[in-house]
């Protein structure tokens, strides 16, 4: 059974930068995809990127251009870059895996092993 563990969150103004991690342990996952997804107070949970274990990238139409998802299969973790975060990507940051080599779908269904969390928050 394959343990996530976010880290990397933080409180960062407008137009500012982080950059998450998530530590798998468990299970190497240079065979798996891997995705985050986001949950903001109120609202459910949305999808953010994802990675195939070719690299294959994929993101939401919202974070486009911003963010930017890489793995580093020695280190077995997974990697989001955000950059020129507006208030509106505030949210728990979620990192999550299923037991597919290809990004099967986008919606939290199509993944099964999720992390805590980590909280991004953006001031304006």
């Known amino acids: 059974q394959v343990q996530l563990v976010e880290s990397g969150g933080g409180l960062v103004q407008a137009g500012g930068s982080l950059r998450l991690s998530c530590a798998a342990s468990g299970r190497t996952i240079s065979s798996y995809a891997m995705g985050w997804f986001r949950q903001a107070p109120g609202k459910e949970r949305e999808f953010v990127a994802a990675?195939?274990?070719?690299?294959?990238?994929y993101y939401a139409d919202s974070v486009k251009g911003r963010f930017t998802i890489s793995r580093d299969n020695i280190k077995n973790t997974v990697y989001l870059q955000m950059n020129s975060l507006k208030p509106e990507d505030t949210a728990v940051y979620y990192c999550?895996?299923?037991?597919?080599?290809?990004?099967?779908?986008?919606?939290?269904?199509?993944?099964?092993?999720w992390g805590q969390g980590t909280q991004v928050t953006v001031s304006s």
């Open positions: 990675i195939s274990w070719s690299r294959s990238t």
């Open positions: 999550a895996t299923d037991n597919l080599a290809v990004v099967a779908g986008t919606s939290p269904a199509d993944f099964s092993s």
